[in-house]
């Protein structure tokens, strides 16, 4: 199974930007999906971005980070990114990576899952 680690997050200032990492390890199958999902003190786990691997690279947002985020991959590291722009209070969260053969918008469908990194957003 693949094992991921995902880095990137810390303290920034509203209007900032941040770009999180997810490195996985093992063998990704192409045609796999990898998301980001994000978790806010007291709310459930949402959808943020996918994407998918291989030739075509499908790409996935929801409306919460449309327009100023983007997701992204290093084939060669096998890592998958997230940019973030114009970070305000609402995308404090610990941001979580996942993989699957599925494209899904809805967290509980997924289950090979990183530990995840915090992000704060705080003047």
């Known amino acids: 199974q693949v094992q991921l680690a995902e880095s990137g997050g810390g303290l920034v200032q509203p209007g900032d930007s941040l770009r999180l990492a997810c490195v996985a390890s093992g063998r990704i199958i192409e045609g796999d999906y990898f998301i980001w999902s994000r978790q806010a003190p007291g709310k459930e786990l949402e959808f943020v971005a996918g994407?998918?691997?291989?030739?075509?690279?499908?790409?996935y947002y929801a409306n919460a980070v449309k327009g100023r985020s983007t997701i992204s991959r290093d084939d060669a590291k096998n890592t998958v990114f997230l940019q973030m722009n114009d970070l305000s209070r609402k995308d404090t969260a610990v941001y979580f990576c996942?993989?699957?053969?599925?494209?899904?918008?809805?967290?509980?469908?997924?289950?090979?899952w990183g530990k995840g990194t915090l992000v704060t957003v705080s003047s």
């Open positions: 996942a993989v699957g053969a599925h494209m899904s918008t809805f967290p509980e469908n997924w289950h090979n």
């Open positions: 994407i998918r691997w291989g030739s075509t690279g499908t790409t």
